[in-house]
């Protein structure tokens, strides 16, 4: 504990009005912020381990507070912020304009509020002797698929000890969210035999044979329906299929010889989505690859995986579900979300029990004018302080 045992402590407010200022779009470098969280928890004596990615211009951090050799409670943050590129904003993204109580600026409420308020409450983590250590776990680049997150994981299987719990400080207003969907992408290309579109039986449609691959991805979101596979926690119940993206074909009197298309699946945490995709490459790779084949052997289909993160499913009356509801003023009812975080990777790769809660509203994220109300920062200090009351040595 150094130069800062002498200085006053900064404020949540201060600190997000630091952490809005270093524009940390995903894909950029998020280095300067990073050096500076690295900087502050240095100035409370907290080590900090930096884990960059290949190019050595993005890092995660990780910092334990507290004994090392147990568990403990991983307070789980992105540093990186969606673009603001097209976007109509009234006031400059990178300053945290207040007005009236509402704090507007990129990240306020994804989720810069949260790291804010977790750098807030180091003074008071450090000041207390801890039984069950805190572990801060920034990451880089989650808005383009929880890519630093990924890395992070890695290093930390390695560790002897593991965090045995998470708090992932996504916005959900405070509110203890028990569940979220995972989500895979693939992109399929599809080869077929061009010829002029007089002889069409000469050739093969890449274009049609792609389009009944597409309407059998549809369908599983009936199948899945009808085979039971709900969750009522879930605004929509049952994993969803969708194409979104589709190229093929060049001109009108030729048959084509190319389609890709990209597909997605939100799949409910609890149910095998390997099994799921491995319905869409058999029907693939049994029906519709044979019947091009049968007119030209050089036909193919192929599927690449663009992206994938695993859902995350905790048990309501679970340690970590009890913990968190004990620390807020909402009890965990068993709440579940559709958008995505790294709670999946934590709890997938460490069997780490994660709880999603944090300050602000997924619904001004990502929007022009993204905003979050001071009382919420208010709300995400005491569930830190109650934290650390929770952790210390009594
Ligand atoms: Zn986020």
């Known amino acids: 504990m150094k130069k800062a045992q002498s200085m006053k402590p900064l404020t949540t407010l201060e600190l997000l009005s630091t952490l809005v200022g270093f524009d940390t779009t995903s894909r950029q470098s998020n280095l300067q912020l990073i050096n500076y969280v690295r900087n502050y928890l240095d100035d409370y004596g907290v080590e900090s381990t930096l884990i960059y990615n290949d190019e050595g211009d993005r890092a995660n951090l990780y910092a334990t507070i507290g004994p ?19 976007q109509a904003w009234d006031s400059d993204p990178y300053k945290i304009t207040d007005r009236e109580g509402i704090l507007y600026g990129r990240g306020s409420s994804d989720m810069k509020g949260f790291i804010a308020a977790t750098l807030a409450a180091v003074p008071t983590m450090v000041n207390q002797q801890l039984k069950t250590p805190l572990h801060l776990a920034f990451s880089y680049d989650e808005e383009i698929g ?18 045995r719990l998470g708090v992932i400080g996504e916005p959900t207003l405070m509110q203890s969210i028990v569940g979220h969907k995972g989500k895979q992408t693939y992109r399929v290309d599809f080869t077929g035999f061009s010829c002029h579109s007089a002889y069409l039986d000469d050739g093969v ?55 890709e298309f990209v597909f997605e699946v939100r799949h409910l ?16 790779y049994q029906e519709v690859l044979p019947a091009m084949r049968k007119v030209n052997d050089e036909c193919d289909i192929s599927f690449t995986n663009l992206s994938a993160y695993p859902g995350m499913h905790t ?18 009812a068993g709440e579940k979300v559709s958008f995505g975080t790294e709670g999946g990777l934590f709890q997938e790769h460490l069997d780490m029990d994660c709880v999603v809660c944090g300050p602000g509203s997924i619904e001004q994220a990502h929007k022009p004018n993204e905003f979050i109300h001071r009382t919420q920062l208010v709300e995400c200090d005491g569930l830190l302080e109650k934290l650390v009351n929770a952790c210390r040595v009594s």
Do not use: W
């Not at 568990?71 to 097209?86: A, F, I, Q, R």
């Open 315 to 332: 048990q309501v009356g679970s340690e970590c579900a009890e913990l968190v509801s004990s620390l807020t003023s909402h009890a965990c």
């Open 146 to 163: 929880c890519v630093g997150a990924k890395d992070m994981v890695e290093k930390l299987k390695l560790l002897e000890v593991k965090p």
């Open 68 to 86: 090392h050799d147990v568990g403990g409670v991983l307070l789980s943050g992105h540093t990186d912020v969606v673009p603001v590129t097209g």
């Open 269 to 284: 945490p609890q149910h095998d989505v390997k099994a799921m995709i491995k319905e869409i490459t058999d029907y693939a």
């Open 205 to 259: 449609n890449a274009v049609e044979h792609a389009a009944k691959l597409i309407l059998f991805i549809q369908q599983m979101n009936q199948k899945l329906v009808e085979r039971g596979y709900t969750d009522s926690g879930y605004s929509v119940d049952h994993s969803t299929f969708q194409t979104g993206v589709i190229k093929g074909g060049t001109v009108i009197n030729i048959v084509p010889r190319n389609c």
